[in-house]
T-cell receptor, first 113, second 113 residues
């Protein structure tokens, strides 16, 4: 089955700096890669997703890049703000099949004022 | 916020007791999921259901049971066979057979007395 590894487990950045979280996956058939944000005590929420036919996707200060050859994808947050502090989870699956999402272990991002 | 509701928010289980966690959604989603979240770990899939009256085991189904008698409801029972039940349990729903854009509930924290 799919295995997703996520790094780093914790990340601290100064407000205004950029943050990068990286994930690798094992199943070359995976074609859907979402990122979820979970603020303290709250539910995970989808913040951005990418499919394997696209190399990069942006949404304001957030971007995700995908390297299918190397089987890794990354979340980039620019101009970080205190409200970006949260746990971020990556995930991977072959969308449209019986295979389910496999999540990474999460990254605790802390934005220091 | 509405959409998918979990109850109770906190639950305590005594030794040898079965407990049931509730999950209700009004998003008209066919698919529903149960995940377990342990500190420092990602979300692990317990059970999922793509359609009423049908459900499948996830990666860590032992000691758990589910039912899907209505589209809106997907309760999870933590049985006495689950020896380490203390965790945060998240329910999610989404469109059938895509695993995309999951909506999560606010979770139930289960602890053992």
């Amino acid at each position: 089955g799919e295995n997703v590894e996520q790094h780093p487990s914790t990340l601290s950045v100064q407000e205004g700096d950029s943050a990068v979280i990286k994930c690798t996956y094992s199943d070359s058939a995976s074609n859907y890669f979402p990122w979820y944000k979970q603020e303290l005590g709250k539910r995970p929420q989808l913040i951005i997703d990418i499919r394997s036919n696209v190399g990069e996707k942006k949404d304001q200060r957030i971007a995700v890049t995908l390297n299918k050859t190397a089987k890794h994808f990354s979340l980039h947050i620019t101009e970080t703000q205190p409200e970006d502090s949260a746990v971020y989870f990556c995930a991977a699956c072959y969308s449209g099949s019986a295979r389910q999402l496999t999540f990474g272990s999460g990254t605790q991002l802390t934005v220091l004022p | 916020d509405g959409g998918i509701t979990q109850s109770p928010k906190y639950l305590f289980r005594k030794e040898g007791q079965n407990v049931t966690l509730s999950c209700e959604q009004n998003l008209n989603h066919d698919a529903m999921y149960w995940y377990r979240q342990d500190p420092g770990q990602g979300l692990r899939l317990i059970y999922y259901s793509q359609i009423v009256n049908d459900f499948q085991k996830g990666d860590i189904a032992e000691g758990y049971s589910v039912s899907r008698e209505k589209k809106e409801s997907f309760p999870l029972t933590v049985t006495s066979a689950q020896k380490n039940p203390t965790a945060f349990y998240l329910c999610a729903s989404g469109f059938r057979a895509t695993n995309e854009k999951l909506f999560f509930g606010s979770g139930t924290q289960l602890s053992v007395l």
